[in-house]
């Protein structure tokens, strides 16, 4: 199964280097496929100038797209030179993020890479609003790329929901899971590990119920996360010892194992919605992603459908 044949890769037009596009030309070189380098550009001082003619403005925005897209080619020029096949698109477009899924839906892309930004090794990665809005609302999965080379046989960690009260999460789980696998497989045979979280013993219940202990619930919490990821690695004959249950907030458990395991990426999935709420990550996958140091790679489940509708009147 070819995956990942059509990849997008947001340009970052702040700076020369550009680790999205050097991890999209990292995956074509093991899967094969084609690359487009994206950029939206915007200039409001060019909608602005009343001195000017609609045509001039036309012409003017025509200059700067022709100029970022030569300042593209030359940043992509070594990859040329070595055959990656590479297409390069700007466009003149106020709303990033609405550029880019525009572009996706037009051109039914399988991946967007994007750069994510970080201050230092200590840190989290740095979201900027786009960032967000893509995770959110783009249609096909989104790969945030942190601007520091791949750790030496990094990982991939695939965050699963263990909690069995809403029926959406195996599915999505299967298809984190399968997709990883898959991937992982076509890239280095890199080593897939799961993990989920349960949760601690709520204070105030152990406090207002006299007879409750607490650590027979959390036994009983922890057998059911540990049944549901059994069910989970078996279906894929996955060793147990690549699977981690570990009590805590997902916020903390998931980017501790990811640091701990030195993983390049974490494989995560963001709960889609149709309609008004499909600008919604879900509130534990907003705080995981938050606290991440590495590379995140988020899937949406099967019938997603994002709220930024295909607009077929495409500027120049």
């Given at each position: ?8 890769v ?17 995956l ?35 200059g700067?797209?022709?100029?970022r ?5 030359e ?8 055959g990656v096949?590479?297409?390069?698109k ?7 993020f ?10 039914g ?12 090794k ?6 900027t609003?786009t ?7 783009c ?8 601007d ?13 929901n ?5 029926p959406?999460h ?8 399968k ?14 590990h ?10 105030n ?17 922890r ?21 981690h ?15 701990h ?10 709960i889609?919605?149709?309609g008004?709420?499909?600008a919604?990550?879900?509130?534990t ?5 938050d ?11 099967d ?14």
């Amino acid at each position: 199964m070819a995956k990942y044949q059509n990849v997008l890769v947001a340009i970052d037009p702040q700076q020369d280097d550009q680790p999205a596009l050097r991890r999209a030309v990292y995956l074509n070189q093991r899967l094969g496929g084609r690359i487009t380098a994206f950029l939206p550009i915007y200039d409001f001082s060019y909608e602005m100038t009343t001195l000017l003619s609609p045509d001039e403005r036309t012409t003017m925005r025509k200059g700067v797209v022709s100029q970022r897209t030569e300042w593209i080619r030359e940043q992509a020029q070594a990859y040329l030179n070595a055959g990656v096949s590479i297409d390069i698109k700007v466009v003149w477009h106020n709303r990033p993020f609405e550029a880019i899924i525009q572009e996706v839906l037009h051109g039914g892309y399988d991946l967007v890479l994007k750069m994510a930004h970080q201050q230092d090794k200590l840190q989290a990665v740095v979201f900027t609003p786009t960032d967000w809005h893509l995770l959110r609302k783009c249609p096909c999965p989104v790969w945030m790329v942190k601007d520091q080379p791949w750790p030496e046989g990094g990982r991939a960690v695939v965050a699963v929901n263990l909690a069995s009260e809403e029926p959406h999460h195996d599915p999505l789980n299967t298809k984190l899971v399968k997709e990883t696998i898959e991937l992982a497989e076509m890239v280095n045979n890199t080593e897939v590990h799961l993990v989920g979280a349960y949760p601690v013993t709520p204070i105030n219940i152990a406090i207002e119920l006299p007879d409750f202990d607490p650590s027979v619930y959390n036994d009983a919490i922890r057998g059911q996360h540990l049944l549901a990821m059994k069910a989970l690695r078996q279906k894929f004959s996955i060793d147990e010892k690549y699977t981690h249950v570990d009590k805590g907030l997902p916020e903390e458990v998931i980017p501790g194992l990811a640091e701990h395991l030195d993983a390049g990426v974490v494989v995560l999935g963001t709960i889609g919605r149709t309609g008004l709420s499909a600008a919604f990550l879900g509130n534990t996958a907003e705080q995981v992603i938050d606290h991440l140091r590495c590379d995140l790679l988020a899937i949406k489940p099967d019938g997603f459908v994002s709220p930024i509708a295909l607009d077929n009147d495409e500027d120049d």
